[in-house]
Nanobody
Framework: QVRLEESGGGSVQAGGSLRLSCAASTASEYAYRTQCMGWFRQAPGKEREGVATLWRGDGITWYAEPVKGRFTMSLDNTKKAVYLQMNSLKPEDTAMYYC????????????????WGQGTQVTVSS
């Protein structure tokens, strides 16, 4: 059984910070399905886009250009949760943020992921 649950979203003023968490309830038998963890976001009327990814094996991360230098993805010591620290938030960061996982190499593309959380809303006001 694999379950992902996001938390930490909310409403902040531009320039503020939020830290999103993704708790992964993953049995050892399903570890192969969560080799890569990703954060995605979807704004109203727009397609879901990759924000950041992290490879569990070595912690290597990837960030979408719009969030480079502002967002940081990390893995906890137990490797059962991932985080997205978001600093210097901008109104254009407003979206529903989703945690995702896939059993393979990291990818920035939505369609490559098979396991998804329910999402947590991030709203950044001017």
């Amino acid at each position: 059984q694999v379950r992902l649950e996001e938390s930490g979203g909310g409403s902040v003023q531009a320039g503020g910070s939020l830290r999103l968490s993704c708790a992964a309830s993953t049995a050892s038998e399903y570890a192969y399905r969560t080799q890569c963890m990703g954060w995605f976001r979807q704004a109203p009327g727009k397609e879901r886009e990759g924000v950041a990814t992290l490879w569990r094996g070595d912690g290597i991360t990837w960030y979408a250009e719009p969030v480079k230098g502002r967002f940081t993805m990390s893995l906890d010591n137990t490797k059962k949760a991932v985080y997205l620290q978001m600093n210097s938030l901008k109104p254009e960061d407003t979206a529903m943020y989703y945690c995702a996982a896939r059993g393979g190499s990291c990818s920035p593309f939505t369609n490559d992921y098979t396991i998804w959380g329910q999402g947590t809303q991030v709203t950044v006001s001017s």
